[in-house]
């Protein structure tokens, strides 16, 4: 495997379910993030974790739980979702670092549906 | 606060026509740029990005695009459309200074090229 990847790619669920995404990278970066993008919104960001620190939580509500295990792993844990959570939820890496250096490596996303 | 401005969310060309996407920037110090491309149903690959070295940056796919301080523009262009080249555009922007993982994406521009 190469670059960012993310599982599941579709994930349909319930208000009451618990489910979670996975994000690996493998490009020996120490930055990974999420993103959330719906539909005519720009991306916004939800976490940036930082040699497995979390640097950033852009007022996310507690239904989405971040967790970062190692510098190469990334999970999503979702809980008591609403229908407008339904999104592509895209997970990013970068080797973090001064500015000009840090392009961001996206995962294909999860496409996820709350019903 | 920083934030990206594309004007146009849907652009549409005939092949081999110009390609003109605009980005505009709102920044008190100028920040690095950067194109991202997004095809349907994958995340998002990096174009080319603006690191204050040279004005004029040349990317992949035969895309580039001008910083041009003055309009606070980036915006990217193709001189010949490809029907290949038919996906949805996102400026992003972070700050100049210091280390920085926080990109701010604008809404994106779909491109449509036609025969």
């Not at chain 2, 990096?46 to 895309?63: D, E, M, P, R, W």
Request: some cysteine.
């Amino acid at each position: 495997e190469t670059g960012v990847t993310q599982t599941p790619r579709h994930l349909v669920m319930g208000m009451t379910n618990k489910k979670s995404l996975k994000c690996e990278q493998h490009l020996g970066h120490n930055a990974m993030y999420w993103y959330k993008q719906s539909a005519k919104k720009p991306l916004e960001l939800m976490f940036v974790y930082n040699f497995k620190e979390q640097t950033e939580n852009n007022s996310v509500p507690s239904r989405f739980s971040p967790e970062c295990p190692n510098s190469s792993h990334l999970f999503l844990h979702l809980h008591t979702l609403q229908p407008e959570d339904s999104a592509l939820y895209l997970c990013a890496s970068s080797l973090e670092g001064l500015a000009e250096d840090n392009e961001q490596f996206f995962g294909p996303g999860t496409r996820l549906t709350v019903l | 606060a920083q934030s990206v401005t594309q004007l146009g969310s849907h652009v549409s060309v005939s092949e081999g026509a110009l390609v003109l996407l605009r980005c505009n920037y709102s920044s008190s110090v100028p920040p690095y740029l950067f194109w991202y491309v997004q095809y349907p149903n994958q995340g998002l690959q990096l174009l080319l990005k603006y690191t204050s070295a040279a004005t004029l940056v040349k990317g992949i796919n035969g895309f580039e695009a001008e910083f041009k301080k003055s309009e606070t523009s980036f915006h990217l262009t193709k001189p010949s459309a490809h029907m290949s080249d038919a996906a949805e555009y996102f400026c992003a922007a972070t700050p100049g200074t210091g280390t920085a993982s926080k990109l701010t994406f604008g809404t994106g521009t779909r491109l449509q090229v036609t025969l």
